[in-house]
């Protein structure tokens, strides 16, 4: 219950442009990203990206800055939380599966996949449908059911090949209009 009263709080906030506003703010490397999701406050209006840690998440409570003398205090929150990248791609799949369009299905997510990874689709005949690169500190990456060239694929079967550190994992996928 408490959620979703700090989600309406936070909402509005957002909508009337009052004291609050919600931030975010990225720390990577070449082979890392992390998201950081911050409401800020008039004391605290800036997230914090810098120094020897990482905060994942909503840390600031309404109404209340969470830094003080140099140092962070973090109050209540809702933290963000993914399943971080795998070692390799060997229990890698797809889902929804079947994905079926007429029943709500606008994509499907690629998961247990390593730091960086590669996601060929073909169709049956072994026509290169997409190419999806993952490049992220989570395990999950999606396919917005378009071809190449932006258009929607057809019903039917699809192979799909992931490749990443060094392993390779190849699977089915259908879909259905």
């Known amino acids: 219950m408490r959620f979703k009263s700090a989600s309406i709080i936070l909402i509005t906030s957002l909508i009337t442009g009052l004291l609050y506003t919600y931030t975010s703010a990225l720390i990577s490397s070449k082979i890392y990203r992390i998201m950081i999701s911050e409401q800020t406050t008039v004391g605290n209006t800036v997230p914090k990206t810098g120094g020897a840690y990482s905060l994942l998440g909503s840390t600031g409570q309404l109404g209340y800055g969470t830094l003080a003398g140099g140092r962070y205090s973090v109050t209540w929150g809702i933290v963000n939380s993914w399943r971080p990248a795998q070692l390799d791609v060997s229990s890698s799949h797809a889902f929804p599966n079947p994905c079926n369009i007429s029943r709500g299905c ?18 049956i005949s072994g026509e290169k449908v997409r190419t999806v690169e993952k490049n992220s500190n989570i395990d999950s990456a999606g396919w917005d059911l378009r071809n190449a060239s932006g258009s929607q694929v057809a019903s039917g079967l699809y192979l799909y090949v992931v490749k990443g550190e060094g392993s390779v994992r190849q699977g089915k996928l259908v879909i259905v209009r």
């Open 106 to 123: 606008a994509s499907v997510t690629f998961t247990r996949l390593t730091l960086r990874a590669t996601i060929n689709i073909f169709t």
